[in-house]
């Protein structure tokens, strides 16, 4: 481990951020990465526990705790604080395809199982892990490593997002032939055109696709499997199929004046916005937040990405709904260590928000009741009741020029079950795979990530596209 009591006597320090003020006007990533003296004092407060609930990667109570990837966290960190940086690369890269894409757009449940976390402030797991990365790109170490050799077997991954990178990543170290079909025009799913450049700058993405590439894999962009090319010739050229679609079917609101212009999906307004960066795509009226009253209905990160969207932009005003109340400054007693912690923080957007506008964006218990609109069909207002208190005098109005539904995704397309005759999950709109072998009903087709287990945390859909990989492998030596 590193100093004995490094987690008492060395404060947490998280990576910097730049100011609010500044970063509001570009669309550059918004942290900055520790100093390498600062990584190896943060590592320093790394217990080496003898059971690291860092990397335990479970469900409980509805929440993660740990990593999902059972990123081996005491290991690295200890090299770090050694400054054995090359080693601790080694380490992480082992258990995670793309620690360049988890320490910038994962939540870090595994800080919030830290032991040091139960009695002081957790491990900067996150920053370390940047660090490392960051690291290995700038010394060259990370390089393309294809295969000595080729098994002749081939297979089709449909999706290029977080699970699909990874199942055609480990599918591909083993030496089978591996397609990757997209049917955007450009690879990453929901880590090109979903999560704001403020978080991860595009060239990150197409830097690790350029590798995957480099090292045998092949991309087919504006591939639309059903469409462009049918299933059942996929089924005649490749030995297997993993679907990795993800769960983009988005939920929506089925309310009075739900059909007025002005109100759309968040996915499509962020992808808009990063396509307008990366394109200079014109956005359309809807698509853009330029001197509205902007309301984002749902309280989570995606809504949150829509409030930094929008303030960039330069909107007029922006408010977030959220349908629960504001969660506590501390832990409550329901919501115990290892248990990810669910509780109050400012973060960018938020920030940016009271910088800009002068206060919180966000709004607790609000229900929303109606949309109301102009003679011009588009809309103008809504008007909302409250979650706590059920009563008219609840009833409020709000400006709204622009309504951005971030409230989560229902599952899978309806197209998946279709195209692929796969049978839905018992219990909600996803593919029913085997949670081990990731098979579903059809031989040689196995699901994996969110179109399998629903939306859900970056970590999770790289463990589900590794473990499918290694059921493919398994499959086709039993052929």
Partial sequence: MGQLMGFLNIEKQNQKERKPSERIHDWNEYKIPLAEKDVKNQAARCMDCGTPYCQIGVQLNRGTAGCPIHNLIPEWNDLVYRGLWKEAYDRLAKTNNFPEFTSKACPAPCEGSCTAGFISDPVSIKSIERAIIDRAFEEGWVVPKPPKKRTGKKIAVIGSGPAGLACADQLNKIGHEVTVFERSDRPGGLLMYGIPSMKIEKDVVDRRIRLLEEEGIIFK???????????????????????????????????????????????????ASNRHLLYGEPLKGDDQAKGKHVIVIGGGDTGEDCVATAIRQGCKSVVQFGKHGRLPDQRSE???????????????AYEEAVEV?????????????????????????????????????????????????????????????????????????????DPFRYQTNQPGIFAAGDVRRGASLIVWAIEEGRKAAAAVDLYLDEQ
């Fill in 221 to 271: 962009t504006k591939v639309d499997v059903g469409n462009t090319i049918g299933v059942e010739e996929l089924k005649q050229t490749f030995d297997a199929i993993v679907l990795c679609t993800g769960a983009g079917k988005p939920r929506d609101v089925h309310l009075e004046g739900r059909e007025l212009a002005g109100i759309l999906p968040a996915m499509q307004y962020l992808t």
């Fill in 334 to 348: 329901n919501n115990p260590w290892p248990e990810h912690p669910n509780v109050f923080s400012v973060d960018y």
């Fill in 357 to 433: 506008l002068g206060k919180d964006p966000r709004e607790y218990y609000v229900e929303t009741k109606q949309f109301v609109g102009d003679e011009n069909g588009h809309v103008r207002e809504l008007i909302t009741g409250s979650f706590k208190n059920h009563n008219e005098t609840e009833r409020k109005t709000w400006k709204a020029d622009l309504v951005l539904i971030a409230i989560g995704f229902q599952g899978a397309e309806d197209r998946v079950f279709e195209d692929f005759n796969v049978v839905r999950s018992s219990s909600r709109p996803v593919v029913k795979a």
